[in-house]
């Protein structure tokens, strides 16, 4: 049982720190991610985390803190955004490789130019390939457990892989809801300390960290990097049943929603998912069979798992928060893989939507629904929702 | 990394023993070498402080050492650029004030070592 508090996505984010309670903890101010770092360092001040919290003048260097003390045995969380995430870009791409399990609360938001601080997916998907896995959140609640969830995946002796929480600027880390906080020691013993199977700054065995590697083992190194990557799913599972035990909830790679009989099915991301969820009630009352689903494990994919929920559906749209210029947008990118394999493959149609914070309606989702219910569907090019001309 | 190994058997997060550098000897890199001449030197430790790669030695002299003017320099001096790292960047021949280091081309210092 848990206690309900009042608080947004980013305080969220914060109470999961807390509980985690991070031996370092390095970031660097960026709109809309500051209220998590802000409310995470009066838990420092006040003592009520044993975290060293570490000031530092970049981006670039907040990365490179978390790296170093990783690298020495600690657990180190961060927070960024957009452009804090891009300054970072060398490290974050670097992380990875060199196994060490940061978790980074990342809340989205639209990449300059034109400058922008609110929402879009534009950050986190410039860095889906190097090798993070990737969490999405519809809500503050969400945030919250995927947070908790992902200290455990990354760390598991079979991953040893960063892991970035996504929420949507703004619209879940600025908004006030419900969230259940569940109790601190059952949490506390869910999240356990980091156990290490290498002794790192042992000076008895010492070890160069990162060092040079040539033709002759590059390749060895990256594909054991995508063999953890590959372990992710069966960990994600036994956390996530691990995590149910506490909150009583599924943690499933994505989400549907009344998609068994459905003719149409929208797939989005994120905060969106929420506001499609009243768009699918709304056409469900006027007797029209549509549903959602909801990507939530985004890093590693789930080809094989998406591929069976949605093999009987005729018609699906793909709402993208980002464009991948001159190509598919990248949601439905990842989508139209999952399906190719399908002997008879459902219809497509891709959707851009909400870049810079462009707010997206319930009716705006409809109109979807009708369009991808008629068949009017345009294969070869990306439509667009809510843009002028 | 010596021995060549599969993915199944590299070390997790890109791991080596220690100090792998030097096992990795850079002066293959050189096209230019460092001529030092004792004679001209003061043994003022400029050249030492700026290598990069830390290829110029040090080492304590109790008789001392024969340097510029015909002068004696006691206690800590340079000794021989140490060649197997020495990466011929210059940087000791543009610093030194007392002009002891002159770079010339790799094949030119083989080739006189070879008359030698």
Request: hydrophobic share 45%; charged share 20%.
């Amino acid at each position: 049982m848990g206690v309900r508090k009042a608080i947004t996505g980013a305080q969220a984010a914060a109470e999961a720190m807390r509980q985690i309670n991070p031996d370092v903890v390095v970031a660097y101010p960026i709109t809309p991610q500051t209220p998590i770092v802000e409310e995470f360092a009066k838990y420092v001040a006040d003592g009520v985390v044993d975290t060293e919290m570490v000031p530092v003048e970049s981006e670039h260097s907040a990365m490179s803190a978390a790296v170093g003390a990783e690298t020495a045995g600690a657990r180190a969380m961060s927070a960024t955004s957009s452009q804090g995430l891009a300054l970072m870009w060398e490290v974050v791409a670097a992380t990875p490789g060199l196994r060490l399990p940061i978790v980074v609360s990342l809340v989205n938001r639209a990449l300059s130019a034109p400058i922008n601080i609110h929402c879009d997916h534009s950050d986190v998907m410039g860095v889906t390939t190097v090798g993070w896995v990737q969490i999405f959140s519809e809500n503050a609640q969400e945030v919250y457990e995927n947070t908790l969830l992902a200290v455990r995946v990354a760390e598991d002796s079979r991953v040893q892989l960063p892991v970035m929480v996504n929420q949507d600027g703004f619209i879940t880390s600025h908004a006030v809801e419900p969230v259940e906080i569940f109790d601190d020691a059952l949490v506390e013993k869910f999240v356990g300390v980091r156990s290490l199977d290498r002794a790192l700054l042992d000076v008895e065995h010492a070890k160069s960290v990162g060092p040079l590697v040539l033709p002759d083992h590059y390749f060895e190194f990256k594909r054991a990097q995508e063999e953890a990557m590959s372990k992710v799913f069966e960990v994600y599972r036994e956390v996530g049943t691990e995590l149910s035990a506490i909150t009583g909830k599924q943690y499933p790679f994505f989400e549907t929603y009344h998609t068994d009989d459905a003719e149409a099915v929208v797939v989005v991301l994120n905060s969106a998912a929420g506001t499609a969820k009243a768009a699918v009630d709304a056409m469900r009352a006027q007797g029209k069979r549509v549903g959602l689903l909801k990507p939530i494990l985004f890093r590693p994919f789930p080809y094989a798992e998406i591929r069976e929920a949605l093999k009987d559906i005729p018609v699906i749209g793909v709402l993208d928060r980002s464009m991948d210029f001159g190509a598919c947008a990248p949601v439905y990118s990842e989508f139209r893989n999952a399906l190719w394999a399908l002997g008879k493959r459902p219809a497509m149609q891709s959707y851009i939507y909400g870049l810079g914070g462009r707010d997206i309606m319930t009716t705006e989702i409809e109109a979807v629904f009708e369009e991808l219910l008629s068949g009017k569907l345009d294969a070869e090019h990306q439509r667009y929702i809510g843009l002028r001309g | 990394m010596s021995e060549r190994k599969t993915w199944q058997e590299v070390e997790l997060g890109i791991e080596l023993p220690a100090a792998t550098s030097l096992a990795y000897k850079t002066g293959g890199w050189r096209v230019l070498r460092p001529i030092f001449d004792p004679s001209a030197c003061t043994h003022c430790m400029i050249c030492v402080g700026y290598c990069p790669d830390m290829a110029i030695p040090v080492a304590t002299s109790e008789a001392g050492v024969a340097g510029k003017g015909g002068r004696v320099f006691k206690g800590v001096v340079r000794v021989a650029t140490n060649l197997d790292y020495c990466k011929g960047c210059g940087i000791c021949a543009h610093e030194c004030p007392s002009k002891a280091i002159t770079m010339i081309r790799e094949e030119e210092a083989e080739q006189a070592s070879c008359k030698l």
